[in-house]
């Protein structure tokens, strides 16, 4: 086996060429005549220490041939052990982890005996077609034989010891899970409106839940596969292995958490109804899947692969990866969607709660130079931003070109109304949301009216506070201009001008108590809600003077006299008594069935109009009571004030033949 010894060593090579060398020297001087005595007894006595050295070369190249030959022995039988143990396993069905912690490490030990061995072969500079070289091979296909069965049994394991996870159970639940209604903002049209405008609550704590998604026991046991894998050049494979098992385990998350996986295009084609049940569950899962399950996913791979940092955030990143992006791809989709009114409340609870999470997801990912995850992050929620901003742009626009083609029976409150107060009041509770995604954008004048007609003054538009408001609170008040622009047409559509002003002041005053009752006070102002009151006040007067200055003006003296004399008429008298009572009848017909939604409104303008009222018939009737017949007075002053009881609650009523009991 000569052939197949390694080179002498370059040091060794050096010293018997120097000694022989030497020898030679030695040997040339010996044949020099004219040498000494004592020059030949040095010269001998050097080539007797020369021959002993080549002598103990020669010796030492023999024992390490000899140990050489040993060597290889032992090697053999090493490389047979390690094989015998592996192949044993390969012609069992069974799961070595499942047949105990003695086999599992038994066969770890053998495996990693075979590596080390595979390495020492691997350092030697073997002949080809040696045997060394011949058990290098054999190594090798032992220790691949060896890392397949290994890369099955960390999948077993990963698969095997999965903990069941249980979102009913985790504090983030949504107020889905607590309300009947489904927290739609619902047409104009829907007088339930006022109901079921509602906000999601969103915990916004930034802690993290973690939960075991892998029984602890097993995890020493991956963790020494895992670096037994690594160390013997076998890295790609167990990622692999992990990311495949992981990636599954993820997808059945989604699954629990009732998130689909969904193309743009079946969003896009998506009923309201359908689409914001799914946007709620999204919200909900984002916060659950983020804060619970890939903290927990990242801390499951660090525990596996904590000695190989890079490794771990590698395997983190690219198995959660798919899941958190099919996220992210319905938050896009809903993103580019049609600019909807009813969507925007929804949009701002996707914007929040991505913008909340982005701190917890750009730690996860933290180093992960080759994820898109935390920039897919930022782009969705920039867009989402956008989106809301282009939606709440497009209320404005569909509040400015809601038309009416009738008037709205009774003068109540309009279903325009009650819907955009109640929009804009739930929108109040995300002020600093809209506020950031409103502050870049100029505001333009959306409203063309001319200055009679137009609700909103000079003062309100320059008004100190206009000049330090809030991007929100500036965009508000001009929505809510453009609802009295509109309401202000719509109110043209009245013959009777009475109506007109009753119409506008239960618009108005329902607008300043939504204001005045809600977090919309701190938006809008005390100053907005002032200037209000003092609109609706106004019309109820304006009402008042068109409904009852003609017929109160039936109840004053003047005309009533006889001609050329001071002496009252009693045939004027009576025909005045006559036209007030038809008149007040009319108008009784008339404006029962008008309407006063809010009852302290409705009891305030019934007992101003009847202050005015009974006392003008009481001073005239008491006045000219020695005039009057008493068959001349159809109804005294209680039977009126009774009958003003019966204004303004939506039921048209008759007093027609009605007469004094």
Same mark, same amino acid.
């Given at each position: ?299 499951? /791979? ?7 940092? =890079? ?6 990143? %690219? @198995? +959660?990866? &798919? !899941? ?123 409203? /063309? ?7 909103? =003054? ?6 100190? %506070? @206009? +000049?330090? &408001? !809030? ?144 006392? &003008? ?45």
């Amino acid at each position: 086996m000569g052939e197949c010894r390694p080179p002498t060593p370059i040091l060794e090579e050096e010293e018997e060429n120097l000694i022989a060398a030497a020898q030679n020297i030695v040997k040339a001087l010996e044949t020099n005549k004219n040498l000494t005595n004592d020059a030949r007894k040095i010269l001998a006595g050097l080539g007797t220490q020369l021959s002993s050295i080549a002598k103990a070369c020669e010796e030492k190249a023999e024992r390490e041939e000899e140990a050489e030959e040993k060597g290889l022995s032992e090697i053999e039988e090493q490389l047979n052990r390690v094989q015998d143990k592996v192949m044993r396993w390969e012609a069992n069905q069974s799961m070595i982890w499942d047949c105990g912690p003695d086999e599992a490490y038994e066969y770890l030990r053998a495996v990693d005996e075979g590596r080390k061995l595979t390495e020492s072969l691997e350092s030697l500079n073997l002949a080809k077609d040696s045997e060394e070289d011949g058990f290098l091979h054999r190594a090798h296909d032992v220790l691949q034989t060896a890392m397949v069965r290994l890369e099955e049994e960390f999948k077993h394991l990963l698969v095997q010891n999965r903990q069941p996870f249980e979102p009913e159970h985790m504090s983030f639940r949504s107020s889905e899970d607590d309300t009947i209604d489904d927290g739609s903002i619902v047409s104009y049209g829907d007088e339930s409106v006022e109901d079921v405008v509602q906000r999601d609550s969103i915990s916004r704590g930034s802690e993290e839940y973690i939960i075991e998604l892998v029984h602890p026991d097993v995890i020493p046991d991956l963790k020494s596969i895992a670096s037994l894998m690594f160390v013997s050049n076998y890295g790609r494979e167990c990622s692999q292995a992990y990311v495949s098992v992981r990636k599954d385990a993820l997808d059945d998350c989604l699954f629990i958490l009732e998130v689909e996986k969904l193309s743009i295009e079946d969003v896009l084609k998506m009923e309201w109804n359908t689409l914001n049940s799914k946007i709620r569950r999204w919200v909900r899962a984002m916060k659950i899947f983020v804060r619970v399950y890939l903290a927990s996913e990242r801390w499951l /791979s660090d525990q596996i692969f904590g000695e190989l940092e =890079s490794v771990s955030l590698a395997c983190f990143a %690219e @198995s +959660s990866k &798919a !899941s958190i992006l099919q996220l992210l791809n319905f938050g896009e989709a809903i993103a580019i969607g049609p600019y909807q009114p009813e969507k925007l409340i929804r949009i701002l609870d996707m914007y929040e709660v991505l913008a909340d999470l982005l701190t917890d997801i750009d730690a996860l990912y933290m180093g992960a130079t080759e994820s898109c995850v935390r920039t897919e992050c930022q782009d969705i929620l920039r867009r989402l931003g956008d989106c809301a901003k282009a939606t709440f742009l497009e209320l404005e626009n569909a509040v400015a070109t809601n038309i009416s083609a009738n008037a709205f029976p009774g003068g109540g409150i309009h279903h325009l109304t009650r819907y955009v107060m109640n929009y804009i009041r739930t929108l109040a509770d995300y002020g600093k949301t809209l506020d950031v995604v409103l502050k870049d954008h100029e505001k333009e004048d959306q409203v /063309s009216t001319s200055p009679d007609m137009s609700p909103v =003054s000079e003062e309100d538009n320059n008004s100190c %506070e @206009s +000049s330090s &408001a !809030s991007p929100v609170a500036l965009h508000f008040r001009s929505l809510l201009s453009i609802l009295e622009c509109n309401l202000e047409d719509k109110s043209k559509l009245y013959r009777d001008e009475s109506l007109r002003h009753l119409f506008l002041m239960n618009n108005i005053h329902y607008m300043a108590e939504k204001a005045k009752s809600s977090e919309l006070r701190n938006v809008l102002g005390d100053e907005w809600i002032r200037k209000h009151n003092w609109k609706f006040q106004l019309h109820a007067m304006n009402y008042e003077r068109a409904t009852w200055s003609s017929i109160l003006s039936l109840l004053r003296d003047e005309g009533i006299q006889n001609p050329g004399s001071t002496s009252i008429s009693r045939t004027l008298l009576k025909e005045r008594l006559q036209s007030f009572y038809l008149a007040f009848e009319e108008v009784y017909k008339s404006q029962t069935g008008w309407c006063i939604p809010d009852s302290q409104l409705r009891e305030d303008l019934r007992i101003s109009t009847s202050l005015k009222v009974i006392q &003008a018939y009481r001073t005239f009737v008491g006045r000219n009571i020695n005039h009057i017949s008493e068959k001349h007075i159809k109804y005294n002053a209680d039977d009126l004030e009774h009958y003003l009881l019966d204004f303004f609650e939506g039921s048209p009523k008759s007093l027609h033949g009605s007469h004094r009991k």
